[in-house]
């Protein structure tokens, strides 16, 4: 852990501190969990007990976000691709949030054009991305969410559409410099935007590179997050 002039590589300091924060998440999580059995039925059902499930899950994204950046950097983040069927990857990418998705009174569905449609990733990290998509989609949709996939060109195209307000004009603007800096409206950096496009690019096939793309419209008219997997 020693730095380039014998002190401290901060950047391995903060990474050995986000994987001991992401642990301790983790018990904090099962501890919640555990709690809640032994609560009424009236006081789980609470408005507090969706913020609390959603801001659990932001955090665990955002701490996975720090450490895949962090592998990413150092050359330490293995892909592992295999075919998986995207109708059960999107189902369970849904079920992870369905407690919150009920809390917020948000009906998501997902869609697959094509019943065994097959894509070739890594579903942890695509899996990572996905999350972190929907957690932000839930937090500006108004009652809808939809997650589709469907081929195109060779490869698969995977969406994460809400009925929100949509992307800001200059985010839309500026795609491809996605770490742009804090947004005081938001509190947004674009680190998420970061992570999502290096995890894309690291799936490469013949010589094709995936990639993410921000758009406004799509079936529920609000915000539309693309993933392009060759």
Known sequence: MAGPRGGLDFSTVIASTVHDMKNSLALLVQAHSQWLAQLPAELVAGREHGVIEYEFARLNGMLVQLLGLYKLGVNQLPVCPAYHE??????????????????????????????DLMGFFDQELLG?????????????????????????????????????????????????????????????????????????????????????????GGPLGG???RIYLP
Do not use: K, W
């Open 223 to 225: 915000g539309e997050f």
């Open 86 to 115: 995207l109708d059960d990857f999107i189902g369970a990418q849904l079920a992870r949030h369905q407690e919150i998705l009920d809390s917020r009174g948000i009906q998501a569905r997902g869609e697959v054009a094509e019943f």
């Open 128 to 216: 990572s991305v996905v999350a972190n998509v929907i957690a932000n989609s839930i937090r500006y949709a108004r009652s809808a969410l939809l997650v589709s996939a469907r081929e195109e060109n060779g490869g698969v195209l995977l969406c994460i559409n809400d009925d929100g307000a949509g992307y800001p004009a200059a985010m839309l603007e500026q795609q491809g410099d996605y770490v742009l800096g804090l947004n005081q409206s938001s509190g947004s950096t674009g680190l998420g935007l970061y992570f999502a496009a290096r995890i894309a690019e690291l799936h490469e096939r013949n010589g094709v590179r995936g990639r993410i793309e921000l758009g406004n």
